[in-house]
């Protein structure tokens, strides 16, 4: 299964837009991207996901590089309610399954 | 509409106990999964199933087992508790192969002494 990498942890300022960066370079041609976030002591929640171009939602935005290597979820707009673990994760087109790594925790400062 | 529910919320095993978790959901998902998450760390796939009837393994199957005889609930079991397994455990639903959203339940928090 490929394996995603992001940074441990991100800062960000509220009301400012926020770049969460994810590396996947052994991500195979049907492989979908997920972002899931997490707040504490609660399930993880659905952010947004892509396959090759780029997504938005109301929640964020998905950039795909081309040869689809690295992904960025984008929070536009920062608020402290955005602070959270952020995971992004590989979905097996061959399995289904979803695997999770280790995540980026994000701490939004008012 | 209540999502995706388990039970228990909490547990507390001796070493060598059994227990089963059950994880149910009434929106009609084909795929359910089992998670553990570990301080710090990310989920780890324990087992999933993409239909009633069938189950398969994820990374971290050992020392569980599960059964989705119902489209709506999915087992996991514990057949001799280890500490190890000191963990809280999610499961997750989604709803056809090319609905890609998955659907959280609150965890199960399990302690195993």
């Known amino acids: 299964d490929a394996k995603t990498t992001q940074p441990n942890s991100m800062e960000s300022n509220e009301e400012e837009p926020v770049h969460l960066p994810c590396n996947h370079s052994t991500i195979s041609g049907t492989d979908y991207i997920h972002w899931y976030r997490q707040l504490p002591s609660q399930g993880p929640e659905y952010v947004i996901h892509g396959l090759t171009s780029n997504v938005n939602n109301r929640m964020a935005s998905l950039a795909i590089a081309e040869d689809r290597k690295s992904s960025t979820l984008i929070l536009h707009r920062a608020t402290l309610r955005d602070a959270a673990v952020y995971y992004c994760i590989l979905r097996s087109s061959n399995t289904g399954k979803l695997i999770f790594g280790q995540g980026t925790t994000l701490q939004v400062k008012p | 509409n209540a999502g995706v529910t388990q039970t228990p919320k909490f547990r507390v095993l001796k070493t060598g106990q059994s227990m089963t978790l059950l994880c149910a959901q009434d929106m009609n998902h084909e795929y359910m999964y089992w998670y553990r998450q570990d301080p710090g760390m990310g989920l780890r796939l324990i087992h999933y199933?993409?239909?009633?009837?069938?189950?398969a393994k994820g990374e971290v199957p050992d020392g569980y087992n599960v059964s989705r005889l119902k489209k709506q609930n999915f087992l996991l079991g514990l057949e001799s508790a280890a500490p190890s397994q000191t963990s809280v455990y999610f499961c997750?639903?989604?709803?056809?192969?090319?609905?890609?959203?998955?659907?959280f339940g609150s965890g199960t928090q399990l302690s195993v002494l």
């Open positions: 997750a639903s989604r709803p056809v192969p090319r609905d890609e959203k998955l659907f």
């Open positions: 199933s993409v239909g009633e009837g069938t189950t």
